[in-house]
């Protein structure tokens, strides 16, 4: 037979592609036919990817990540520094955020570019790890592939850029532990006021930075409070709406908002002196019976003893937290009008419904156990303070415990006029105590204003000039990126920017000058560290890692598939178009599917 009639036949079926081959009989045929001869040199085409598969590959879509991940750094680059503007975002529901936090602000702009995306996830990792720092790593980032740009256009492999950039990198961190300043913490005097300082250089950026002094010494004390570990859980931020910024206050115990309370509420005490606290996780109410429960009765009698029995279960109950000496009584579930007035009648405050973060800050702070039983009561389940009151704050009640023998927890509440601005002080006292955190675990603090990277762009030009071949050229180039930080706290703050910078690096060409930054507030450039504008080096050091990281990334990918979306659970499905839904050859659908019932 003709080699002709073995040639493959392709046939195209809903976007599956199926090669047919010939028969068992048409392959009895002479050993000198058979090779790649008899095609006559033609090979079957082979196609991978379903129709609609967008494919970009090469420099080309190499350049189109870059300048995504520019766009996204045109928008967040305006809020850096002291003198940064905030971004007004307003989501589908209709709901405004005033804020000028990057991981804020990239996360409610839902990004869908998958290069631009990177930037948001170490923004986030930013603000997870050391809680500052958050429009640097994306301006770093951005700038870092924005310098890698002519080098990618001239036709530089991108690896090789890669390699550059982590060596760079990695001198420049160990730049970092060689140039910060250790302070000592067995002085808790100089340790205190690392730490203040530390929180008012986060705070001078941010909406609350005319109040920056009074909340830098709020944030110290809510982190030392703490115990070793510094669980931020422990630290519990309630915003009242109304009065003055500075109404806010720090409770070293806990507080939370008066729950929902049932009629004989108001006749309970509202202060009580070393009280002993029920932490419950019980109803305390009158329960229905169980759905599809029956109870068959014959004679009135039985239907009183039934009810009784119900009231007799609840008064039992009652009556052991009572008996345990219990003067305050928390429950995660609700307590009933029945048992409100009962306790009221015995001089016992109680509160249902609390949330289980308060009720596990009240068991740190308190002491005691959260009981599921009310059987087994005893002393040492019960929780204790030196004060409990309730009272008012702004338009809403209160429930405050202080002087509480294992303090290790405490509240913040906050107070401000508007919604949005409450909203974006409690971010900013979030940024503030990050950064406390970190500074007490590591000791180590840097200039902020510019200063560390202007200097570390000075250190790497001087390494670079020891390196031969390209990476001498492209660690010049990561040198270069750095100056963004600096160059956009004058831009932000309207001064001139290559003025300012020209002053910088000139300063730090001389002995004396490792710390020179800008000076947002004289138009000037000004020692940092004596101005005592400090960050820890931990925020330096993730920042410039994850920043370079991300680069390395988006640097590293050559092709970028993305694939069709799927109609299955579109349009197609909700008119029978599923594949499930095909017709068999007997009439039926395709498939046993579900059994009839």
């Not at 705070?203 to 909340?215: D, N, R």
């Amino acid at each position: 037979r003709s080699a002709a009639k073995l040639q493959p036949k392709a046939f195209v079926a809903s976007n599956c592609y199926h090669i047919e081959t010939p028969s068992t009989e048409n392959l009895a045929i002479n050993d000198n036919m058979a090779g790649a001869s008899q095609f006559d040199g033609m090979q079957p085409g082979i196609i991978l990817l379903r129709e609609g598969t967008d494919t970009s590959q090469g420099k080309g879509q190499l350049i189109s990540n870059i300048n995504a991940c520019q766009a996204i750094s045109d928008t967040v680059r305006t809020t850096l520094g002291p003198r940064g503007m905030d971004k007004m975002i307003v989501n589908q529901s209709g709901i405004a955020t005033i804020s000028n936090d990057g991981a804020t602000i990239l996360k409610l702009l839902d990004i869908v570019h998958p290069a631009a995306r990177t930037l948001v996830d170490i923004a986030k990792s930013q603000d997870s790890e050391v809680g500052d720092g958050t429009t640097s790593v994306t301006m770093l980032a951005c700038s870092f592939m924005k310098e890698s740009k002519p080098f990618i256009e001239d036709g530089v492999h991108p690896q090789t850029i890669i390699r550059a950039y982590r060596a760079a990198t990695a001198f420049a961190l160990a730049k970092i532990n060689e140039l910060a300043v250790k302070i000592n913490k067995d002085d808790p005097a100089e340790l205190r006021s690392l730490l203040e300082k530390c929180a008012m250089t986060t705070l001078s950026s941010k909406l609350v930075a005319q109040s920056k002094e009074y909340f830098a010494k709020l944030c110290v004390d809510a982190v030392m409070s703490l115990d070793a570990l510094l669980p931020l859980n422990m630290i519990g931020i309630k915003k009242v709406q109304g009065g003055a910024l500075e109404e806010s206050e720090l409770c070293l115990g806990v507080a939370f908002k008066k729950t929902f309370s049932y009629a004989g509420f108001e006749m309970q005490p509202k202060k009580y002196e070393n009280p002993l606290i029920a932490l419950l996780n019980v109803e305390l109410e009158l329960k229905k019976e169980k759905d599809n429960a029956e109870v068959r009765i014959d004679n009135v009698e039985d239907y009183q003893a039934i009810v009784d029995a119900e009231w007799d279960i609840l008064y039992e109950k009652l009556q052991l937290i009572a008996d345990s000496g219990a003067k305050v009584v928390l429950s995660k579930l609700p307590i009933g009008d029945v048992a409100t007035q009962w306790f009221s009648d015995r001089d016992i405050f109680c509160a249902g419904r609390v949330a289980d973060d308060d009720l596990r800050r009240t068991m740190a702070s308190c002491g005691g156990a959260i009981q599921t039983s009310v059987a087994n009561i005893t002393e040492d389940t019960l929780g204790r303070c030196e004060l409990f009151e309730e009272r008012q704050v702004g338009g809403e009640r209160y429930n405050f415990f202080k002087g509480c023998p294992e303090s290790k927890t405490c509240t913040i509440i906050l107070r401000g006029g508007a919604e949005q601005f409450i909203e974006e002080t409690e971010r900013s006292l979030h940024d503030a105590i990050m950064i406390v955190r970190r500074a007490i675990k590591n000791d180590a603090v840097v200039a902020g204003g510019g200063a560390i990277e202007m200097e570390l762009s000075r250190c790497l030009r001087e390494h670079a000039r020891t390196i031969e071949g390209k990476q001498q050229l492209i660690i010049s180039a990561f040198a270069k990126a750095l100056e963004v930080i600096p160059r956009q706290l004058c831009d932000n703050a309207g001064f001139d920017a290559t003025n300012i910078l020209n002053r910088l690096r000139q300063k730090h060409a001389t002995d004396g000058g490792t710390w020179f930054g800008v000076d947002v507030f004289d138009e000037s450039i000004a020692d940092n560290f004596e101005r005592t504008v400090w960050e820890p080096a931990v925020v330096k050091i993730n920042a410039i890692t994850a920043a370079s990281e991300a680069c390395c990334i988006i640097l590293s990918v050559d092709e970028t598939v993305k694939n069709p979306t799927s109609k299955i659970a579109g349009t197609d499905a909700q008119h029978g178009g599923h594949p499930g839904l095909a017709m068999a050859p007997g009439g039926g659908p395709m498939g046993g599917g579900m059994p009839q019932r």
